[in-house]
Structures are given as C-alpha cells and as structure tokens.
Antibody
Framework: QVQLQESGPGLMKPSETLSLTCTVSGAPISRYYWSWIRQPPGKGLEWIGYVYYSGSTNYSPSLKSRVTISVDTSKNLFSLKLTSVTAADTAVYYC????????????WGQGTLVTVSS | SYELTQPPSVSVSPGQTASITCSGYRLGYDYAYWYQQKAGQSPVLVISQDNRRPSGIPERFSGSNSGNTATLTISGTRAMDEADYYCQAWDSSTVVFGGGTKLTVL
C-alpha cells in the first residue's frame, strides 16, 4: 500500500518561498508520477503539477511561473517549491500519485495546511 | 481554459439514487474521474476512467460519460455517502477539477 506524508511549515509570511516535502513509502519513487494538489479553506481542489521519477515535470499554467517540483530518488521523496506566496496561496497542500499516470490520483497524503499571513 | 461544471449541491433520501453531473465542452472525448471527500479527510478516488471502480469502492458507485457530460451515480445511497464529490479530467496535459458537489443525505 502506497503511503504519502507531507511535511513543511504551517505558517509563512507574504513574499516568502513555500517548501513542502512528500515522503513516499510502500512504493519505489523511481517508477511513477508524483503530484501536488491544493485546496483553499472551504473551496475546491486545484492541481499544481507533477514530477516523473526521471525528473520531467508538468505544471498548471496558472502557477507555472512560481512552481518547481523535484524528486529525490535516493531519499524516496519529492518536493514542492512555490515562490512569492500571498494570502491566496493559503491552502491544504496534498501530495498524491496515480502510479503510471500523472493525470489521476489513486493515493493521497493526509494534507498539510499552509497559512500565509503577515 | 478547460472548465468542468458541477451543481453546488445535491440532496437525496437514504436508499434512493443520487446522480451528480459534470459538464465540459468535450468531456465525452476524455476520461472522467470522480473523488469523494468527507469532512476533514483527503479525497478518495471512487470512479476511474469513466466507469471503473477502484478496489474497495462499493458497487453502489457507478459512472458514465457521454457527449459533454459525465455522471456519478450512487444507488441505494447511505448516510455514510454524505460528502463532497469532485469530477476530474485532463486536457492538453493539464489536470482540471470540477468545482465540487456537496451531497446531502436527508
């Protein structure tokens, strides 16, 4: 069973860079697609992007200029960086995977709330 | 940009059939996926590739996709099915989620 666990700071200030890590267990990271999805409080789901184990990436057009997703196969984890955050980036951030697909999500982490506030 | 439209809310009585729709201009040409999200929990995939149920999903969940509308159907709805439901598709290498439908079991 694939298990995903997000980690990172819960509170940030505007203009800072958000950095989150997703630790993967139960599956080798060096095989599949690994994604980030977020959900502002009380709102719907928003896809951020994915990384393939090879390092290739695909990002949401609306976030592409600020997002970097990377993979560390030696540690079996992948990461999200989002620059120049504002209050609009306040959300629960989920890591997820659909295995061989970057476009569906069979397994999700528990999510981590990131609040951007001055 | 590609958009998926869902009704904000659907109500159903226990034991009855609930139908949640998802509309997109060319959705019938793409696969539709459905996720269930209960309060305070992570989403769970309940329908894959229009009408496939992942392991562990009850048979009362089914899906269809034709024209520009995908539909999630829950037969014999139970109180435990009360949740938010999101459709999802992808187009031009971009993942899109619908806005979500709150299913209330009255």
């Amino acid at each position: 069973q694939v298990q995903l666990q997000e980690s990172g700071p819960g509170l940030m200030k505007p203009s800072e860079t958000l950095s989150l890590t997703c630790t993967v267990s139960g599956a080798p990271i060096s095989r599949y697609y690994w994604s980030w999805i977020r959900q502002p409080p009380g709102k719907g789901l928003e896809w951020i992007g994915y990384v393939y184990y090879s390092g290739s990436t695909n990002y949401s057009p609306s976030l592409k200029s600020r997002v970097t997703i990377s993979v560390d196969t030696s540690k079996n984890l992948f990461s999200l960086k989002l620059t120049s955050v504002t209050a609009a980036d306040t959300a629960v951030y989920y890591c997820a995977t659909g295995g061989r697909s970057g476009y569906t999500f069979d397994y999700w982490g528990q999510g981590t709330l990131v609040t951007v506030s001055s | 940009s590609y958009e998926l439209t869902q009704p904000p809310s659907v109500s159903v009585s226990p034991g009855q059939t609930a139908s949640i729709t998802c509309s997109g201009y060319r959705l019938g040409y793409d696969y539709a996926y459905w996720y269930q999200q209960k309060a305070g929990q992570s989403p769970v995939l309940v329908i894959s590739q229009d009408n496939r149920r992942p392991s562990g999903i009850p048979e009362r969940f089914s899906g269809s996709n034709s024209g520009n509308t995908a539909t999630l159907t829950i037969s014999g709805t139970r109180a435990m099915d009360e949740a938010d439901y999101y459709c999802q598709a992808w187009d031009s290498s971009t993942v899109v989620f619908g806005g979500g439908t709150k299913l209330t079991v009255l």
